[in-house]
């Protein structure tokens, strides 16, 4: 293969990527653009990608309105994600670890019966879940959103990938140093983990960030609600609104996209590692 036709290849492969990625990225530019419009703009049936005339007005109207307090639904938002994401880890690193590195009679037995639920369809729980809640009166409150999703099977299943790659040298090595087995899943594992433990991290956050369902069925007052629940109340309020409706659209996405833009580094290899394709 000669080189014009190793860089015509090259160029073609660039254009191909450069559109997929403009047909990912031209709804967020769309939705970005929309929030700045006025009211009369944003419902023009004459789509335009540039406000004119640019305003803000829709972020300090949303911001403002006293009967949907976003500020506090992303707050809350927040909490809530950030609590799950780190109870995920809590949870799934040593079972994970446990799955992968210990030998016991049974083990490929309960990863199978883990990796069996993930079969099992989320609104399947959606009732013996509310009654646990109800039962610990946690019913309107953070912990409901939580903790009920915190010892889920794809934890355990992708951290347990990963920690099968790892080579069985360094364990014996920590053994001859003295250490025992939990010296080693916390000053060995976990450190080599940390791509896996980001990735599974973020990938919690989002999740739990995204949900709907399950926060309008515990969640019961204005003041817990959630952001993907409350901004769907929003949305019943303001359905021709529809610069309001990107506003509150572009403040969910922020958090996601930058935590992506910081750990992107740690997802890729954290993927690549675990052996999941998407």
């Not at 559109?19 to 006025?38: D, E, G, N, R």
């Not at 803000?56 to 938002?77: G, V």
């Not at 919690?204 to 007052?221: A, E, H, Q, R």
Request: charged share 15%; hydrophobic share 55%.
């Amino acid at each position: 293969m000669t080189r014009d036709t190793r860089g015509l290849r090259r160029a073609l492969l660039h254009l191909v990527l450069a559109v997929i990625a403009a047909l990912y990225l031209s709804p967020l530019v769309y939705m970005l653009s929309t929030s700045f419009k006025t009211r009369e703009g944003a419902g023009s049936t004459d789509p335009q990608w540039i406000p004119d005339p640019f305003t803000t007005d829709a972020y300090r109207e949303i911001l403002n309105s006293p009967d949907s307090p976003i500020l506090t639904w992303f707050l809350n938002s927040l909490i809530a994600a950030t609590g799950h994401a780190a109870l995920v880890l809590v949870t799934a690193a040593p079972a994970a670890y446990a799955l992968a590195r210990l030998r016991f009679r049974g083990r490929n037995a309960i990863f199978a019966v883990v990796v069996a639920t993930l079969f099992v369809p989320p609104v399947v729980l959606l009732i013996p879940n509310f009654l646990i809640v109800n039962e610990l009166a946690w019913v309107d409150s953070l912990p409901a959103v939580i903790v009920p999703a915190a010892a889920g099977a794809f934890g355990v299943f992708f951290l347990r990938q990963f920690f099968l790659t790892l080579p069985g040298e360094l364990e014996e090595a920590a053994e001859l140093d003295g250490c025992n087995r939990w010296q080693i899943f916390t000053s060995v594992a976990l450190p080599l983990a940390k791509p896996a433990l980001v990735t599974l991290f973020l990938l919690s956050f989002l999740t739990n960030w995204n949900d709907f369902l399950w926060p309008i069925y515990v969640l019961l007052s204005p003041e817990s609600l959630t952001l993907p629940a409350g901004l769907g109340n929003f949305q019943g309020a303001n359905n021709i609104r529809y610069d309001l409706l990107m506003a509150g659209a572009v403040i969910a996405s922020l958090p996601v996209i930058a935590l992506y833009l910081v750990a992107q580094r740690w997802v890729i290899e954290g993927i690549s590692r675990s052996g999941l394709k998407g």
